[in-house]
């Protein structure tokens, strides 16, 4: 993972809990506001890349044992990732999908990931720090 995946993870975390970021900085309203036409996009893009990260993970898995931490944030970063991408992006995904079956079993997917997107939310934002700050000390994932 790299500063741009952390940076990803950081706004997708951002753009899924808004109220906990414009609670603390008012301004930040604006912003946000630019972003959410885009969020679909957003999150198809990050739900994708997630799974992308998950297969990535499990070819690295003999990596476990020499970088602990890393390996722990990357497997906790590309969950995040997919699970905010699908959250987000449900909309857009479900365009994509002409299975009526296919979409009912998202719509489940999504009303039992819905009541935690708070969460997720706070979560990506700090997992997407964590990775800037890992890759900022020189550190690799």
């Known amino acids: 993972m790299s500063y741009l995946s952390g940076i990803w993870l950081a706004v997708l975390g951002i753009m899924a809990a808004p109220n906990l970021v414009i609670a ?4 930040a309203k604006e912003i946000l506001d630019k972003l959410v036409p885009y969020q679909g996009w957003f999150g198809a893009v990050s739900a994708v890349y ?6 990535r993970f499990l070819g690295r898995l003999d990596w476990f044992e020499y970088i602990p931490i890393g390996m722990i944030t990357f497997i906790v970063g590309a969950v995040v990732t997919l699970a905010l991408g699908l959250l987000l992006g449900i909309g857009v995904i479900k365009s994509f999908v002409s299975s009526a079956e296919a979409k009912a079993k998202m719509d489940e997917m999504i009303a039992k990931l819905a009541p935690k997107q ?9 997992v997407g720090l964590w990775i800037i700050i890992y890759r900022l000390a020189g550190l690799t994932l």
């Open 24 to 27: 603390k900085k008012p301004e």
């Open 50 to 55: 997630g799974v992308i990260d998950i297969i």
């Open 118 to 126: 708070g969460t997720l939310g706070l979560l990506g934002i700090i």
